[in-house]
């Protein structure tokens, strides 16, 4: 079992930039592929982005590609999304997840993981 705890949400204008955290407990954090996934209002939760167990491996979504960053920092238990040249539709809720590193395929599918945070409200103002 691994606990995820997201930080780092806000309400910030156009073009802005907003970092956020999501700190680990429970089992070892390197067991474990993280993502982000966001979902809006009345919409689905899609996927953001994606880091591998060691952080030498990252997957964006197409409409973040350029502007977001995925890392971790695995001494500290933390992943962190770095979100720059912020849009409106960017605003959601965005959930840190986590999944089993023996799994290689289907990171994008909120189905494949099993641990999620309880969300942070990024509101973006145009």
């Known amino acids: 079992q691994v606990q995820l705890v997201e930080s780092g949400g806000g309400l910030v204008q156009a073009g802005a930039s907003l970092r956020l955290s999501c700190a680990a407990s429970?089992?070892?954090?390197?067991?474990?592929?993280m993502a982000w996934f966001r979902q809006a209002p009345g919409k689905e939760r899609d996927f953001v982005a994606a880091?591998?167990?060691?952080?030498?491996?990252?997957y964006y979504a197409d409409s973040v590609k350029g502007r977001f960053t995925i890392s971790r920092d695995n001494a500290k238990n933390t992943v962190y999304l770095q979100m720059n040249s912020l849009k409106p539709e960017d605003t959601a809720v965005y959930y840190c997840?986590?999944?089993?590193?023996?799994?290689?395929?289907?990171?994008?599918?909120?189905?494949?993981?099993?641990?999620w945070g309880q969300g942070t409200q990024v509101t973006v103002s145009s």
């Open positions: 997840a986590a999944r089993s590193r023996a799994y290689e395929l289907g990171f994008t599918k909120t189905d494949n993981y099993p641990y």
């Open positions: 429970g089992r070892t954090f390197s067991d474990y592929t």
């Open positions: 880091i591998n167990w060691s952080g030498s491996s990252t």
